[in-house]
């Protein structure tokens, strides 16, 4: 079972319908490879782009060392999507430490009257992460 959340973004400031999305699995169950997932996390991020204003932050939880399986699930749920004809989506993928690596992807409506603002922003959110960037 998972749990979605969008939140209001609090990474990068000063645009407006930017919001972090939580995928949260509820259980610590392991599942076989259920596709209905996929359709489920489809059907939601399509309504959330019908205002296409809105642009969706993830970042991959580092937590249990699977930020890199976090990542890769989330791009391929995206490349699977027939939706993708509509969107950008500008990935980051940024050491932390010598072990560690930062994930992270942010999709915008194509029409986005903020998508070059939001470009400009994401790569400082970026370079706050890694000023070497």
Known sequence: ???????????????????????????????????????????????????SNNALLYTCSSEEGKEQKRFDKFDRWYNRSENKKL???????????????????????NDNPNLEEIKIKFKEFEESIDPDK
């Open 1 to 51: 079972m998972y749990e979605v959340v969008f939140l209001e973004n609090d990474f990068i400031v000063d645009i407006e319908n930017i919001f972090q999305i939580i995928i949260d699995k509820k259980t610590d169950a392991v599942e076989p490879l259920d596709f209905q997932v996929f359709i489920t996390i489809n059907v939601i991020v399509g309504v959330f782009f019908e205002n």
């Open 87 to 109: 969107f950008v989506k500008i990935d980051s993928i940024l050491p932390i430490s010598e072990d560690m690596m930062f994930y992270a992807s942010i999709i915008c409506h």
